[in-house]
């Protein structure tokens, strides 16, 4: 039976630095999220938000504890493992990262080029469905500086989500974006995730997208300290 | 070229995207690349004139067996062999006949500039020893003070030279004594004289009265057809008691003249050097480029990291921007690189060519040195944690 859990995170410690400068991250962090869900893990600035994140996104290598992503464990996974479990997730970022020199559908592309084997034709009229279903069917061959910041974090869903990852992961995506397109960008996640069954993980701290989250894990001082179950809305 | 790059490498051609983003700086990157192949070229073409310029007076004989002084590094260098070992060289039964030959430059005042001339003697009655260019001519040479000129040396003007003929024949004077040219050949300049002449060995002997008719400069030696040059220079070596003679075949002694140009003589060295500095300027112009540009973009190859790109499609983005580097650089290159060939060729008379061996030698240079660049370059990328993004 599939577990039901697509990643389950078990007495994780992490720490920063060595010697006199050694430094703990995280103490014990047990967490795991549903498939499908959308969770939100908020916490002040230090609390050690991105530190899980990229944890369980396989940036770093786990320490101590156990992260089970997609029933694989983390701790003492080689390189080449990491490497094969990141392109089965999709990763958007506070400054959407998108490569300057290519244009909107390509950047999408480069979501997809990553799996060996997706035909280029195919590629490109996946880029082009994705851009549509954020809304900007007329701006595909658009640069990015020729984007507002708020289609350019809608590139980047859709280049996080044309691959149809497991799960998404999201750091403050919505940092640098007005109310309005914060919402869009949150309202379009939430629904394409739910659409495609994928899991989304999105770290913040903005309050204005709560009511949104599945779940809303808080993290003080490198703790879980509240677990809030919301009904799916 | 974008979709070309893409049937190429079979994924988007990210590199080239990269290095057409910011036109100004693609534009000079491709100069600074254009330059070092101009570089490479142009000292790369004096070396090669040198080489041409050094074989050029061998072609103007026909010889199998060539004796030497044992100084002899090069044709117009090193002491005289005596004549006697032409002698005895004509007792092996496989020597068919044999030559002296003098060399000795002579000075020309023209009136625009002074000139110097390469000045072999020869006998005119074994036109065999001469490429068939001259042995049409060689007869005038029997007159006294006759003389055959090098129509393509530097200082004598090209109507000047074409007016030569036995009927309008050029008188001049050099070493005190009025010499005539009834012909001309076509030489050119060297890197030891202006130009070439060829006179009698009897109206050598009169431009330079110290030399003796029994100590030419090297002796040349024909060999019957079918003998073996090997066997007959190894018999040779034995029946000529001088063993600090230089024997060895005309081709050997071409080639051993031209190692000796280039390994041995300053000129040589310098150019070699020359060519050296220019790939390494190249190396430099493209790794500096290629680093920039990946320092530059290590915040998308990081997102590139992270979405789970191994190293094989970074540095194949780096070879990509190499390889455009060096195709579209050098193509300029040798548009320039050829004009100032040919420029300076006009202006020196040096065989100063592109010759497409040398196209393509720099040509292949160019990609595999700027891939060696781009390669380097990629050790950058280490920088570019994924962790770093969050």
């Known amino acids: 039976m599939e577990n039901p859990n697509i990643i389950e995170v078990a007495g994780l410690n992490h720490w920063f630095g060595s010697g006199d400068v050694r430094k703990q991250a995280l103490f014990d962090v047990n967490l795991s999220l549903p498939r499908g869900s959308f969770t939100v893990l908020m916490g002040p ?33 080689d390189e080449a493992a990491l490497v094969a479990l990141r392109r089965r997730l999709g ?44 809304g ?64 989304t993980l999105l770290v913040t701290h903005d309050n204005r997208i709560l009511d949104r989250a599945d779940r809303i894990l808080t993290l003080e001082d490198g703790r879980i300290v509240k677990i809030e179950d919301r009904a799916p809305h | 070229m974008s979709w070309l790059l893409r049937r190429l490498f079979g994924r988007l051609p990210i590199g080239w995207l990269q290095l057409t983003h910011n036109r100004t700086r693609f ?56 004549r006697q070992w032409l002698l005895q060289a004509m007792a092996d039964p496989d020597v068919a006949d044999g030559t002296g030959l003098f060399i000795a430059n002579v000075p020309w005042d023209r009136a625009a500039r002074d000139i110097s001339l390469t000045t072999f003697g020869i006998d005119p009655a074994k036109p065999g020893f001469l490429s068939p260019a001259i042995t049409g001519e060689v007869n005038l040479l029997q007159v006294q003070d006759a003389a055959i000129l090098d129509r393509l040396a530097r200082g004598l003007a090209k109507d000047e030279a074409a007016a030569i003929r036995p009927q309008s024949p050029l008188s001049f004077e050099t070493q005190g004594r009025t010499l005539t040219a009834y012909a001309t050949f076509a030489g050119g300049g060297g890197f030891g004289g202006d130009g070439y002449m060829m006179v009698s060995d009897q109206t050598f002997l009169s431009l330079f009265p110290a030399r003796s008719s029994g100590a030419p400069d090297h002796i040349l030696l024909a060999l019957r057809p079918g003998a073996d040059a090997v066997q007959v220079i190894a018999r040779l070596k034995t029946l000529i008691s001088d063993s600090s003679l230089r024997i060895r075949s005309y081709a050997d002694a071409a080639q051993e003249d031209l190692r000796y140009q280039q390994t041995r003589r300053p000129t040589g060295i310098i150019f070699g050097f020359g060519v050296l500095i220019g790939v390494l300027v190249g190396l430099v112009i493209v790794y500096q480029v290629l680093s920039t540009d990946v320092a530059d973009h290590l915040r998308e190859y ?41 420029l300076m060729g006009a202006i020196t008379t040096l065989p100063l060519v592109m010759t497409p061996s040398m196209a393509i030698t720099v040509f292949l240079g160019t990609i595999v040195f700027s891939a060696l660049s781009g390669a380097i370059a990629t050790r950058r990328l280490a920088a570019a944690d994924p962790a770093d993004l969050f």
């Open chain 1, 45 to 77: 600035s230090g609390s050690g938000k991105t530190t899980v994140l990229t944890l369980i996104g396989c940036l770093r290598a786990v320490q101590d504890g156990s992260v089970r992503l997609l029933g694989q464990e983390l701790n003492g996974a």
């Open chain 1, 91 to 134: 990763f958007i970022f506070q400054a959407h990262n998108l490569h300057e020199s290519l244009t909107a559908v390509q950047n999408v592309i480069m979501g997809l080029q990553v799996h060996p084997g997706v035909p280029e034709d195919v590629a490109e009229q996946a880029a082009a469905h994705a851009l549509g279903l954020v």
């Open chain 1, 136 to 199: 900007l069917s007329d701006r595909i061959r658009y640069l990015p500086a020729n984007l507002s910041g708020g289609q350019k974090q809608r590139v980047a869903v859709a280049r996080a989500l044309v691959g149809n990852p497991a799960m998404v992961l999201a750091d403050e995506p919505t940092a640098a974006l007005d109310k309005d397109s914060a919402g869009e960008v949150v309202d379009l996640l939430k629904r394409m995730g739910r659409a495609r069954g994928t899991t």
């Open chain 2, 302 to 342: 990081a997102t590139f990291k992270a979405m789970g790109y191994g190293p094989r499609f970074f540095l194949g983005i780096v070879l990509e921007e190499a390889l455009v580097l060096a195709i579209m650089g050098f193509l300029p290159g040798l548009v320039v690189g050829t004009a100032i060939l040919t």
């Open chain 2, 27 to 82: 534009a000079a990157a491709l100069a600074g690349v254009a330059f070092a192949n101009v570089l490479v070229f142009v000292q790369l073409g004096i070396m090669n004139s040198m080489g041409a310029a050094t074989l050029r007076p061998y072609d103007f004989f026909v010889a199998d067996v060539m004796i030497s002084a044992s100084d002899a590094n090069a044709l117009s260098e090193g002491g005289n062999v005596a």
